[in-house]
């Protein structure tokens, strides 16, 4: 089967930075995804990385490492806006989605 | 466009009670799939269409559930002879193809409550 793993939660002060893991096992993989979901929301896409390596895209970045079946997304310059689930994604035939990390930021 | 819009927003049914959810996808989009998420976890995967076809089901998903994406465009999901243990929010999401960079657009849900 496929599972990816995440911390259930983070938390972190305004302006701070915070890394949120993903490890996974799968099979036929593509690349990794993250999306993120605020209560009541509906999940909203925030990166890919189909290659080993740094995906940056303004305050978030995101990491694979194809070798370790690790990735992680790097959030900076906190707000607190960012206060909201983030999952990873597996893309193999279908999308699979991690077990989620509840972000909190504090003022 | 306006994304992808599932029908209803809300459902309230008696236990035992059949209920269906649609879900029109970007229209353009060929891959649609269907989760469904309980409080505090991620979406776990049901069910996904490649245009008209339904390429896999989970094998966590019991025979009372069944989807359909006629002619691979909009695709409904139906629960027959609900459970408590059904309640959740399902919901939708599409794509163009799997590989590489594909964004998968999510609609707001359907919330399933059953008493």
């Known amino acids: 089967g496929q599972s990816l793993e995440q911390p259930s939660e983070v938390t972190a002060v305004e302006g701070a930075i915070v890394q949120i893991n993903c490890t996974y096992q799968t099979s036929g993989f593509y690349g990794l995804s993250w999306y993120q979901q605020h209560d009541g929301g509906a999940p909203t896409f925030l990166s890919y990385?189909?290659?080993?390596g740094l995906e940056e895209t303004g305050r978030f970045s995101s990491f694979l490492s194809r070798s370790d079946s690790y990735g992680y997304l790097l959030l900076q310059e906190l707000q607190m806006k960012d206060s909201a689930s983030y999952f990873c994604?597996?893309?193999?035939?279908?999308?699979?989605f991690g077990t989620g990390t509840r972000l909190q930021v504090f003022p | 466009d306006t994304g992808v819009s599932q029908n209803p927003r809300h459902k309230i049914t008696k236990r035992g009670q059949n209920v269906t959810f649609r879900c029109d996808p970007i229209s353009e989009h060929n891959r649609l799939y269907w989760y469904r998420q309980t409080l505090g976890q991620g979406p776990e995967f049901l069910t996904y269409?490649?245009?008209?076809?339904?390429?896999?089901k989970s094998r966590l998903l019991s025979d009372r559930f069944s989807a359909e994406r006629p002619k691979g465009s909009f695709s409904t999901l139906e629960i027959q002879r609900t459970e408590q243990g059904d309640s959740a929010m399902y919901l939708c999401a599409s794509s163009l193809g799997a590989q590489g960079r594909t964004e998968a657009f999510f609609g707001q849900g359907t919330r399933l409550t059953v008493v």
């Open positions: 269409f490649q245009n008209e076809a339904q390429l896999e």
């Open positions: 990385n189909g290659l080993d």
């Open positions: 994604a597996s893309h193999t035939d279908k999308l699979i």
